[in-house]
T-cell receptor, first 110, second 113 residues
Framework: GQQVQQSPASLVLQEGENAELQCNFSTSLNSMQWFYQRPGGSLVSLFYNPSGTKHSGRLTSTTVIKERRSSLHISSSQTTDSGTYLCALAITGNTGKLIFGLGTTLQVQP | EAAVTQSPRNKVAVTGGKVTLSCNQTNNHNNMYWYRQDTGHGLRLIHYSYGAGSTEKGDIPDGYKASRPSQENFSLILELATPSQTSVYFC????????????FGPGTRLLVL
């Protein structure tokens, strides 16, 4: 089965609302990473977060290894936040390989 | 300035033809990766490399070859393209070891007719 599961699959918000995106994984990891992808676009790294909590502007990432989960919190959403958010885990070992979830598609309406 | 570039950005190929997708990175990273992205499957790793002259099979290598002639360049080769290889292909570079993030190129849209 899928080693990395993201929820929800899609989310619609009104501008200004907050969002909580979840990522659960079924194997041990080296690190958890969050990416943003605009429709038809490339991936942009948001967080490299092996454990604990990290902040970047309106974004917060929290990874709890023993619970095998990571979350991405978006506060005060804006229409420009619309797109797909992907989490990826690097499994233990030294290959640098990433296993991606299927993503959460976010639409922020004005 | 973009550190990972891909060419071509769009490609239409015929079944049975040979297709080469190219990737160049100026990050001086040892590791490079080729992924494909399909609806319902997400991003899947095809081949990767630890440095010049090295290529390793990823999770879905069948029907693909890879070449890493230099630190900067990593190619993905479809010797006999099939319609099932229609996809968006992304190249990425990274330091490796799972200790940092990967940096992605803009992607190549490939349509095999």
């Amino acid at each position: 089965g899928q080693q990395v599961q993201q929820s929800p699959a899609s989310l619609v918000l009104q501008e200004g609302e907050n969002a909580e995106l979840q990522c659960n994984f079924s194997t041990s990891l080296n690190s958890m990473q969050w990416f943003y992808q605009r429709p038809g676009g490339s991936l942009v790294s948001l967080f490299y977060n092996p454990s604990g909590t990290k902040h970047s502007g309106r974004l917060t990432s929290t990874t709890v290894i023993k619970e095998r989960r990571s979350s991405l919190h978006i506060s005060s959403s804006q229409t420009t936040d619309s797109g797909t958010y992907l989490c990826a885990l690097a499994i233990t070992g030294n290959t640098g390989k990433l296993i991606f979830g299927l993503g959460t598609t976010l639409q922020v309406q004005p | 300035e973009a550190a990972v570039t891909q060419s071509p950005r769009n490609k239409v190929a015929v079944t049975g033809g040979k297709v080469t997708l190219s990737c160049n990175q100026t990050n001086n990273h040892n590791n490079m990766y080729w992924y494909r992205q399909d609806t319902g499957h997400g991003l899947r790793l095809i081949h990767y490399s630890y440095g010049a002259g090295s290529t390793e099979k990823g999770d879905i290598p069948d029907g693909y070859k890879a070449s890493r002639p230099s630190q900067e360049n990593f190619s993905l080769i479809l010797e006999l393209a099939t319609p099932s290889q229609t996809s968006v292909y992304f190249c990425a570079s990274g330091v490796g070891g799972g200790q940092d993030t990967q940096y992605f190129g803009p992607g190549t849209r490939l349509l095999v007719l």
